[in-house]
C-alpha cells in the first residue's frame, strides 16, 4: 500500500511542479493586463468605436435594464441581426460592472490566456519527441510568445471588442479536449464556437472533420473517434454532424425571425459583405454557371489576399505546410474571405483574423511533430528533404530542433514589426503612439452627468461608447436614424473623419442642419473641439 501511495505522491507532485505550466500561466497573465491596458487606454483616448465595443454595451445595458438586446444602432434587436446565444454569457459579468472596460477586460483576459491550452496541445505532440528538455522549452515558449506578440492577436484586441476574440481560446481547448480524450469538454467547446455566431457551425464542423481524419491516421493514440473502425461509419457520423450543424442554421434564421417579428431563415453562407449573392448556395451555383463572375470575387484586392496570407504563414515559420490537414479547420475562413472583395476579411486590425490564426498556431505542434516523427522514421518522407533526412540521420536531433527554433525566432520577430505595442512607430494599425490621451474625455465624461439617460443622444462613431448606457443612442452614418427633430442632444468633435463622413446622412450635416432651423441650441464645447448641442 505504502508503494502505491508514494507513487501517486509522485504523479501529483510531477503534475504539481510542471515548471513550463506555471510559466505558461504567469505569461497567460502578464499579457492580460497589457492587452486590458492597452485597450482600455485606447477607449478613453476616444480612439474605439461604436462598432463594435459600443454596440455590444450598448445591448448589454439594455438588456440588464428590462429592454432585451435592443441597440438603437441597428433600430431593433441585436439577436434578429446576429443569433449569437453567447451573449447570455456576457449578462452577469456586465451586471457587475455595467461599462464598456468590463468587456475589454472579458476578451483581453479570453484571449491572453488561450496560451494555457495552446501549451497543453504543445505538451502532448511535443514533450515525448523532442529528448532536449531545455529546446523543448525553447520550441514551446518560443510559440507561446508568437501567439502572444502576433500581428493577428493584436488584430482582436486593437480592433475594440468582437465576439469572435473568443474563437481562439475555445479553438484550443476543443482541440486539447480532444486529443487528452474529453468528450464531454470537446463538445462543450464545439458548442461555445456556435453561440459565438451562427455561421460559426462551419468551423465546429471542420474541427469535427479534422478530429476524424487525424485520428484515422494516428491510431495508435486512442483518441476520441480512433475506436469507430469502419470508414464508411465515419462518413456516416459527419453527415449526422452536418446535417445537425444546417439545422441549427435554419433554426437560427427562424428565430432571428421571431424575434424581429419576420419570420424568415438563413441562406447557407460563408462571408456576409462583397461577396456572391445567396450564400453558399450561390457560390456552388456561380461555378457552374457563371464561373468568371464567382473568379470576380476570388481575384478583387488579391495582392491584400495573398500578402495576408503570407504573413499569416511567415509569422508561425511555415509550420502548417508540413500538416496541411490541420488547415481543415481554416477552411471555412478562406470561403468566408478569399471568395470575398471585402477588404476587412483579410487586412490586420480586424476581428476576422480570429478565425485563421489560432489555426496557424496549431499547425506549429502539429507541424513540428509531423517533421520529427518523418525523420524519426527508417524511411525518408516524400515531404523531408533527403539533404535534411541524411543531415538528421548524421548530427542528430538537436541539430534539426535548433533550426526550427530559429525559424520559428524569425517569424516572431517580423511579427513584432506589425505589432502595435512594440516602442516604435510600427506598420500596425492602431499603433500604439498613435494613440492619445486628451482632456476631451475628461470633459465628456464630465457633461454625460448632466444629460438624462432618457435622452436621445446623436454621438460621433469613436464617441459613442462613452455613451452606450443611454438606451436610445444613435451614430451615423450607418445606425438607422429616427426622426432629426427627436434628438435632444448632438455630441462630435470637429474636423474629424467620423463627424464629416456619410454626405446628407452625416452628423456635421445633421447638426448644421438642425442649428439652422432652431431645433437644437449649442450647450457644451471644449476648446472648440468636442461640440454638445442640446434641443432648443
Known amino acids: 500500500m505504502n508503494g502505491i501511495f508514494n507513487n501517486q505522491h ?120 523532442i529528448k532536449n528538455d531545455f529546446l523543448y522549452s525553447i520550441i ?15 488584430s482582436i484586441y486593437s480592433f475594440d471588442f468582437h465576439n469572435m476574440a473568443f474563437l481562439p481560446f475555445f479553438i484550443f481547448m476543443a482541440i486539447y479536449a480532444y486529443l487528452y480524450n474529453k468528450k464531454i469538454l470537446n463538445i462543450a467547446m ?45 462518413l456516416v457520423l459527419f453527415i449526422l454532424f452536418t446535417l445537425t450543424g444546417f439545422a ?38 456561380a461555378l457552374f454557371t457563371d464561373p468568371a463572375y464567382l473568379f470576380s470575387f476570388i481575384s478583387a484586392n488579391y495582392m491584400l489576399k495573398i500578402s495576408y496570407l503570407v504573413l499569416l504563414f511567415a509569422t508561425t515559420g511555415f509550420m502548417p505546410l508540413y500538416f496541411p490537414e490541420i488547415l481543415i479547420i481554416g477552411l471555412p475562413y478562406f470561403g468566408y474571405a478569399f471568395t470575398s472583395s471585402y477588404g476587412s476579411y483579410y487586412t490586420l486590425g480586424y476581428q476576422y483574423a480570429a478565425m485563421i490564426y489560432p489555426v496557424m498556431f496549431l499547425g506549429i505542434a502539429f507541424g513540428i511533430s509531423k517533421i520529427i516523427d518523418n525523420l524519426n522514421s527508417n524511411n525518408k518522407n516524400r515531404l523531408t528533404p533527403k539533404k535534411i533526412y541524411n543531415y538528421y540521420k548524421s548530427h542528430g536531433q538537436n541539430n534539426i530542433i535548433k533550426v526550427i527554433i530559429v525559424i520559428l525566432i524569425i517569424g516572431l520577430i517580423l511579427g513584432l514589426v506589425y505589432n502595435p505595442l512594440v516602442p516604435y512607430d510600427s506598420m ?59 434628438f435632444d442632444y448632438i455630441i462630435y468633435m470637429n ?30 464645447e ?3 473641439q468636442v461640440i454638445i448641442l442640446k434641443k432648443a
Open 526 to 528: 471644449y476648446n472648440n
Open 140 to 154: 514551446i515558449f518560443i510559440t507561446l510568445f508568437s501567439y502572444e506578440l502576433s500581428p493577428f492577436t493584436a
Open 428 to 486: 500596425a494599425p492602431n499603433d500604439i503612439s498613435g494613440i492619445h490621451m486628451t482632456p476631451d474625455t475628461r470633459f465628456l465624461l464630465n457633461e454625460r452627468k448632466y444629460i438624462p439617460e432618457n435622452s436621445t443622444i446623436l454621438v460621433e462613431n469613436n464617441l459613442m461608447p462613452l455613451f452606450s448606457d443611454y438606451k436610445n443612442v444613435y451614430s451615423p452614418p450607418f445606425s438607422p436614424l429616427p426622426n432629426y427633430t427627436e
Open 10 to 129: 509522485l504523479v501529483l507532485k510531477r503534475r504539481k511542479f510542471d515548471k513550463n505550466l506555471i510559466i505558461t500561466l504567469i505569461t497567460g497573465i502578464i499579457f492580460s493586463v497589457i492587452f486590458s491596458a492597452y485597450s482600455i487606454y485606447k477607449y478613453y483616448s476616444l480612439d474605439a468605436s461604436a462598432y463594435d465595443l459600443g454596440l455590444h454595451s450598448n445591448i448589454l445595458w439594455n438588456a440588464i435594464h428590462g429592454e432585451s438586446f435592443y441597440t438603437g444602432l441597428l433600430g431593433g434587436n441585436f439577436l434578429a441581426e446576429h443569433f449569437a446565444p453567447f451573449e447570455y454569457l456576457q449578462l452577469p459579468l456586465y451586471y457587475l460592472y455595467p461599462s464598456p472596460v468590463s468587456l475589454l477586460l472579458f476578451q483581453d483576459i479570453f484571449l491572453a490566456i488561450s496560451v494555457i491550452p495552446l501549451y497543453e496541445i504543445l505538451k502532448f505532440l511535443l514533450k515525448n519527441k
Open 495 to 524: 474636423n474629424t473623419f467620423w463627424a464629416d463622413t456619410g454626405g446628407n446622412n452625416s452628423l456635421i450635416y445633421i447638426a448644421t442642419y438642425l442649428l439652422d432651423h432652431g431645433y437644437i441650441t449649442p450647450y457644451a
Open 190 to 234: 464545439l458548442i461555445f464556437i456556435v453561440t459565438l455566431h451562427s455561421n460559426f457551425v462551419y468551423i465546429s464542423l471542420m474541427i469535427i472533420l479534422f478530429e476524424m481524419v487525424y485520428s484515422r491516421k494516428y491510431k495508435n493514440l486512442n483518441l476520441m473517434f480512433s475506436e469507430i473502425r469502419p470508414k464508411w461509419l465515419l
Open 248 to 285: 441549427y442554421i435554419e433554426f437560427a434564421g427562424i428565430m432571428k425571425g421571431i424575434i424581429s417579428g419576420h419570420v424568415s431563415s438563413v441562406t447557407l453562407t460563408t462571408g456576409e459583405s462583397g461577396t456572391v449573392p445567396g450564400g453558399l448556395m450561390g457560390m456552388v451555383r
